[in-house]
């Protein structure tokens, strides 16, 4: 049976980091009202040289401040930029557009829309090159948005540029860890903890990249297969390795067919050659592959598996993958285990015997990772739920509605009115309907 842990927690985003770049909303507004005053002194010099575009100028960037100290930061951006535009060398509207855009930038972040976050990100880091929170967050909305190839470019460059800011590092090395990138993952959060001495997070993180690292530092990289960045031992595994690539090609292929979804960016997948798979995750021995952030599977377990068992681990594994991609981290387990299983096969008789109205785990307990289940007959008992949850919304309008809740969660709603939008129900009707089903 595999396993999937949830979204992954200290290597991918510690929470810490959503405030870390520090939040403009206070400080900027009584910064725009100090540079709007201090504009107003230092302009009459050059008023006299283009009177009508200064005056313009100034008038456009009292606006935008008027309408940015009233929260409304989108209306204050046009009228910044007119002013910086009319008025390209004054350093005041240019502070202000640049403090604007990072604003908006949060907004958007806070909405989930990543892409556009980091986008206005982009545009402040040009007019604000000495402040290393444009490309910081720009690189931090470009992980939240599963781009970490993008990160990883935007980060380089901002830990060059500012080497004595830790959170540089720090996403640095989050972005090279979500690419497989494990020895400069760790140069990163070294860094960052040098800095940063205190930070328990990063040093967690450090600690299981380290533990990462000395079994992936003899593997060899396969880069070859897709969106997927596949790890195995070359002298061992070689056949395996090739069998497990063209096996994650067909899951992605087939998976984004019936569910008409992709990765957002890449997958990262290890085979522990080997006894150190359970090493380094200390996983259960019931679980034969999981998913934390990377695919991890057992090279000694797959070589002796027919080869449809291993094409039910992979894409068991895989699609714990894409989920992730599509609906984040507020995807509940129950959702993430049923899919999984469907995808893999398993059909609703199959996941139905043994469950009843008694003995079904309900929606609340199935939230939570199935991966803290020691008990092995506990832990099928939720497996099947899971699988059987999964077939009731299929019944319900088939894989396209179910994506559709995958990217309302992936926007940042919450289940409940994920499932109200799409289903008519909330977490509460869907049980009582899924129960009143069962035998
Ligand atoms: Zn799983």
């Known amino acids: 049976m595999s396993d999937h842990q949830g979204p992954p927690t200290g290597v991918g985003l510690p929470p810490r980091r959503r405030r870390a770049p520090r939040s403009p909303a206070g400080g900027i507004r009584?910064?725009?009202?100090?540079?709007?005053?201090?504009?107003?002194?230092?302009?009459?010099?050059?008023?006299?040289?283009?009177?009508d575009a200064r005056a313009r100028a100034h008038a456009r960037n009292e606006e935008g401040v008027r309408r940015f100290e009233a929260g409304d930061r989108e209306g204050a951006l046009g009228p910044f930029r007119e002013a910086h535009r009319s008025a390209p060398d004054e350093p005041t509207y240019r502070l202000n557009l640049g403090r604007c855009?990072?604003?908006?930038?949060?907004?958007?972040?806070?909405?989930?829309?990543?892409?556009?976050?980091?986008?206005d990100y982009h545009e402040a880091g040009g007019l604000l090159p000495d402040d290393p929170a444009p490309p910081l967050r720009q690189g931090l909305a470009?992980?939240?948005?599963?781009?970490?190839?993008?990160?990883?470019?935007?980060?380089?460059?901002?830990?060059r540029r500012f080497p004595e800011v830790a959170l540089g590092h720090e996403l640095l090395a989050a972005a090279c860890y979500r690419l497989g990138d494990v020895a400069r993952a760790i140069e990163g959060w070294e860094r960052?903890?040098?800095?940063?001495?205190?930070?328990?997070?990063?040093?967690?993180?450090?600690?299981?990249?380290?533990?990462?690292?000395?079994?992936?530092?003899?593997?060899?990289?396969?880069?070859?297969?897709?969106?997927f960045t596949v790890k195995y031992d070359g002298a061992a595994d070689e056949a395996l390795g090739r069998q497990v690539v063209q096996v994650l090609r067909e899951a992605h292929r087939d998976v984004g067919a019936w569910l008409g979804r992709f990765p957002r960016g890449e997958v990262a997948v290890v085979i522990y050659p080997g006894r150190s798979f359970r090493e380094v995750t200390g996983a259960h021995a019931w679980v034969g592959g999981l998913f934390d952030g990377k695919i991890r599977v057992p090279a000694a377990g797959?070589?002796?598996?027919?080869?449809?068992?291993?094409r039910r681990v992979l894409t068991h594994e895989y699609t714990h993958a894409l989920v992730r991609s599509v609906g984040g981290p507020r995807v509940?387990?129950?959702?993430?285990?049923?899919?999984?299983?469907v995808v893999e096969g398993r059909a609703r008789a199959d996941a139905r015997r043994g469950l009843t109205r008694a003995t079904a785990p309900g929606l609340a307990e199935l939230g939570g990772s199935f991966a803290g289940?020691?008990?092995?007959?506990?832990?099928?008992?939720?497996?099947?739920?899971?699988?059987?949850?999964?077939?009731?919304?299929?019944?319900?309008?088939?894989?396209?509605?179910?994506?559709?809740?995958l990217d309302r969660l992936g926007r940042g709603?919450?289940?409940?009115?994920?499932?109200?939008?799409?289903?008519?129900?909330?977490?509460e009707g869907l049980e009582r309907a899924w129960r009143a089903g069962l035998p």
């Open 302 to 310: 797959l070589a002796q598996a027919p080869p449809a068992e291993v």
């Open 373 to 405: 289940e020691p008990d092995p007959a506990r832990a099928r008992l939720r497996y099947a739920a899971a699988c059987e949850l999964v077939h009731e919304l299929l019944g319900r309008g088939g894989a396209p509605l179910v994506a559709e809740v």
């Open 101 to 119: 855009l990072l604003a908006l930038g949060d907004a958007r972040r806070a909405e989930r829309r990543f892409d556009d976050a980091a986008r």
């Open 332 to 341: 509940p387990a129950w959702l993430h285990e049923g899919l999984a299983q």
């Open 192 to 227: 960052a903890l040098a800095l940063e001495p205190d930070n328990a997070l990063v040093r967690r993180a450090l600690e299981r990249a380290r533990k990462d690292e000395r079994v992936e530092a003899d593997l060899r990289v396969d880069l070859s297969a897709g969106p």
């Open 30 to 51: 009584l910064l725009l009202v100090a540079l709007a005053a201090g504009a107003t002194a230092t302009s009459p010099s050059r008023a006299q040289e283009r009177p």
């Open 413 to 427: 709603e919450d289940l409940d009115a994920a499932l109200r939008a799409v289903y008519g129900l909330d977490q």
């Open 142 to 159: 470009l992980l939240e948005g599963d781009r970490p190839r993008d990160a990883r470019g935007v980060l380089e460059d901002a830990a």
